[in-house]
Structure formats: structure tokens, C-alpha cells
């Protein structure tokens, strides 16, 4: 098992910038992805952003399109915890924000965090 916890939400102002945080433990080991997703009132989960953890270069990531430019996702895996840097934060960023983990045994997201709110008020 691998428990997933999200921190750093919180509000801010249109432009402002944010870094979440996730702090996996458990079974970390078996992990080969890493991502963030959110969900807005009233509307399904959406993907983020998305680091891969072993290839052969190191790391590799992808974003939506939609943060692209303004979003950044990275590790600490001396620390075991995953990043989400925001800046140029707009209204529509407005969310809780998830954290997920894929084992290398599985093809989809298979472990999640509670979630942690931001809002970004205009």
C-alpha cells in the first residue's frame, strides 16, 4: 500500500502563486508515476500534470494544456514527495487538487490523496 498526502492549498488572488505538496509513504518503491488531478464543483476530475519516474533518462513529465507554461511538476525522491508548482493562477485554477500514484504492476492510477482545496478568486 502507498498513503498519499496533499498540503499547501489555500486562497489566493488571480496571479498569485502556490506550491502543493504530496508526501508519499508505504510501499514508494513500487511507484512509477506520479501526478496531480482536480476537481471544480459541479464538474468530473480532470489530469493536470504527470512526472514518470523511471525511464531511461530519469523523468519524464507532461501537462494539460490548459496549465502548460504556468504549472510545474516535480519530485523530491530523497523525500518521497511530489510537487506542484502554480504561478499566474486564474479563477477556472479553482479546485481540490489530488495527488496520485501508479504502481509499475498496474496501468492506471491506482493510489490516491485526500485532496486539498485552492481557490483563486478574481
Known amino acids: 500500500q502507498v498513503q498519499l498526502v496533499e498540503s499547501g492549498g489555500g486562497v489566493v488572488q488571480a496571479g498569485d502563486s502556490l506550491r502543493l505538496s504530496c508526501v508519499a509513504s508505504g510501499r514508494t518503491f513500487s511507484i512509477d508515476r506520479m501526478g496531480w488531478f482536480r476537481q471544480a464543483p459541479g464538474q468530473e476530475r480532470e489530469f493536470v500534470a504527470a512526472?514518470?519516474?523511471?525511464?531511461?533518462?530519469?523523468?519524464?513529465?507532461n501537462y494539460a494544456d490548459s496549465v502548460k507554461g504556468r504549472f510545474t511538476i516535480s519530485r523530491d525522491h530523497a523525500k518521497n514527495t511530489l510537487y506542484l508548482q502554480m504561478n499566474s493562477l486564474k479563477p477556472e485554477d479553482t479546485a481540490v487538487y489530488y495527488c496520485?500514484?501508479?504502481?509499475?504492476?498496474?496501468?492506471?492510477?491506482?493510489?490516491w490523496g485526500q485532496g486539498t482545496q485552492v481557490t483563486v478568486s478574481s
Open positions: 496520485a500514484a501508479k504502481s509499475s504492476a498496474v496501468t492506471d492510477y491506482n493510489y
Open positions: 512526472i514518470s519516474l523511471i525511464t531511461w533518462s530519469g523523468t519524464s513529465t
